[in-house]
């Protein structure tokens, strides 16, 4: 919907300085290229770039209530309308039809205690003049992102990295553990930190207070209050969540702009086009690509499409474009990219925003119904090793621990981080120059997800892992979802993380969502296998599929991989010998995704730090 920047400055005889608020803005215009909005108040400044989806005419932010309450705000309120009536009960006459009026009204009603009340995504900051208070705010799920950084002289907000002007000067700005991190775990968000130094995220559920005294976040929403164990037989269940996922599509279809559907091939996608075609008269627009010399990637897709007579749009893209889209959006994001499938939906958000102005997509789905079987099957293992712990079988549990060394872990957390990580320590640790081997060493000390676990500690290890998924893993790609379709001016929306959806499936047993040696999501198929066609039915889990091999295959491809090895930046971290020994020689278990990731830093390296 928008992007925005601002700053409160703990002085109030202090002025924000006008021209600095502008250019940040502006250099996060591909967010919102329809409108750019500024609110100025001595020591507090808003700028507001705005993507137009509904209320052309009077919805722009920075958008100030009768009262003096200020808001600028990305995202959608999907419960809008249901607000606005029982706001409207209460006595308030409303101006425009936006959502963000909305978000005013509730917040001069219900205080902070409004954030529970929305469905939706979201990051937000509002400044209160009459508490001199400023609120930023984000959804529970981290749809919308939110960056902040703490000065001398206040406190400084942004959707983007791009927000900030020499954030990426010299290579001082670079956080080590969190570019360590990201090669373990393709996030180069983790927690509140960043790859730089002095950038923070805002997490999901929580909110930054600022005052004159400082800034403080405090945790609006907890995962963990929600789980409440429910005992549906199989019928309720099945139809309860049709009606739900029927009643989120429908919620967030609302746009006086045209909205579409990314339509991967997947089951998830072809579910969201099946319902929502049944629901309108008007087929959606559909959209899909692949990689040249991966056109079968295209069938399923065209198979779904086919079957609901979609009006259906097909991209076919070279490894030549893929790598220029790919230095594009890094250098939009300022971010490394965490997935080759970020690319290709960034290509495809171009294309789309020509047709469409929002598209709905199915990420979120393999989060909540257990699409990802690499991980869940080796919770299957987890649960017999602690079951042979239980019953005093160690011939079993060294049987497991020769298979799954992360067994030895001592903890949840750990071994969630052992299945779930790309590079291993001993992996990266013969790469790396001492520097940052130091660095490393202090991280193999570290538990990145104790602290979100703790929430769930009297949850079972099945639910835990779930909730792992939905709350560590997701936030990344929800990530790289807004990053790719932003960067082309497209809003992504994602029926799948609606609250009322996500709150049922949290409540059922692990059961429901992931059955040993089945296929993936059997809940899901289950329901709809009346909407999916056989080459969907039958296709194995996939996103918008970037086939690494063949990428690099490419005459530019092997150009780009030649660069990891080769370039200044890359010989401050590495070992540069040692790291084209391995890449030359290694043909291990996700080699390709470890290659993307080095071939993601150095760009990242290339473009926003050198």
């Known amino acids: 919907m928008c992007g925005f920047a601002g700053e409160y400055l703990t002085d109030a005889q202090e002025q924000v300085d006008a021209a600095s608020l502008r250019r940040r803005v502006e250099r996060m215009q591909h967010r919102g290229p329809d409108a750019l909005g500024f609110w100025l108040d001595h020591h507090v400044g808003f700028a507001h770039a705005r993507l137009s989806l509904l209320d052309f005419a009077s919805g722009d932010q920075p958008m100030r209530s009768p009262r003096g309450t200020v808001l600028s705000y990305n995202g959608e309120i999907y419960n809008g309308n249901e607000l606005r009536a029982e706001l409207s009960v209460r006595g308030w006459t409303f101006r425009t039809r936006s959502d963000t009026e909305v978000l005013l009204a509730a917040y001069e009603t219900w205080g902070t205690r409004a954030w529970e009340r929305l469905n939706g995504m979201f990051a937000f900051a509002l400044y209160d003049p009459q508490s001199d208070r400023l609120y930023l705010v984000r959804d529970r799920l981290g749809i919308k992102p939110l960056f902040y950084r703490t000065t001398a002289r206040g406190t400084e907000f942004g959707s983007e990295p791009s ?5 990426s000067d010299n290579a001082t700005s670079i956080n080590p553990s969190l570019v360590l991190q990201y090669l373990r775990f393709a996030q180069p968000v983790l927690g509140t930190q960043t790859v730089f130094t002095d950038l923070q995220v805002l997490e999901p559920g929580t909110q930054l207070v600022v005052d004159t005294h400082g800034a403080t976040v405090e945790r609006w929403f907890s995962p963990s209050a929600k789980f409440a164990p429910n005992e549906d037989g199989a019928s309720v269940i099945r139809a309860r969540l049709r009606h739900l996922l029927h009643s989120a599509i429908g919620r967030q279809m609302v746009a006086d702009a045209p909205v579409g559907v990314f339509l991967s091939g997947g089951i998830d996608s072809a579910i969201l086009v099946g319902l929502l075609s049944q629901m309108r008269d008007d087929p959606p627009a559909t959209f ?50 965490a997935y080759p499938n970020e690319v290709l939906i960034y290509l495809l958000a171009q294309r789309a925003s020509s047709e469409v102005k929002a598209v709905l997509t199915g990420e979120g789905a393999d989060e909540l119904f257990g699409g990802y079987t690499r991980i869940l099957s080796t919770l299957d293992i987890y649960m017999k090793a602690q079951d042979a712990a239980k019953k005093g079988d160690p011939m079993m549990l060294d049987l497991l621990r020769m298979e799954y060394p992360q067994l030895d872990s001592g903890s949840d957390s750990r071994f969630f981080a052992g299945i779930y990580s790309w590079f ?17 060493r ?49 809003e992504g929306r994602v029926p799948y993380t609606d609250t009322n959806l996500v709150d049922y499936v949290t409540s059922l047993q692990p059961e429901w969502k992931y059955a040993p040696h089945c296929p993936d999501k059997p809940l899901l198929r289950g329901m709809f296998d009346d909407f999916l066609p056989r080459e969907v039915a039958e296709r194995p889990k996939r996103a918008f599929n970037a086939s690494l091999d063949k990428l690099f295959q490419s005459s530019e491809g092997c150009v780009e991989i030649g660069k990891v090895c080769s370039t200044d ?39 926003n730090i050198l």
């Not at 499409?305 to 939009?332: Q, T, Y």
């Not at 990145?448 to 560590?472: C, T």
């Open 163 to 167: 927000a900030w002007e020499h954030l």
């Open 424 to 440: 291993q320590y001993s992996e990266l640790d013969g790469l790396l120059k001492d520097k940052w081997r130091e660095a490393l």
């Open 288 to 337: 899909t690509i692949a990689l040249s010399g991966d056109e079968e990637e295209l069938r399923p897709a065209a198979a779904v499409a086919a079957r609901w007579n979609c009006n259906h749009h097909e991209a076919i893209v070279s490894p030549a474009e893929f790598f220029s889209a790919m230095r594009d959006l890094i250098g939009k994001r300022h971010l490394p990219a």
């Open 569 to 607: 930046a890359m010989s401050e971290i590495f070992n540069l010998s040692a790291l084209r020994a391995w890449m030359n020689g290694n043909r291990s278990a996700g080699f390709g995704q470890k290659c993307w990731l080095l071939l993601s830093l150095n760009m990242w390296l290339n473009r």
């Open 442 to 490: 202090q991280l193999d000390h570290s538990d990145p997800f104790a602290d979100m676990l703790k929430e769930f500690h009297a949850i079972s290890p099945g639910n835990r892992f779930h909730w792992l998924l939905e709350y560590a893993h997701l936030p990344n790609l929800l990530a790289r979802l807004d990053g790719a379709t932003m960067g082309a001016s497209l």
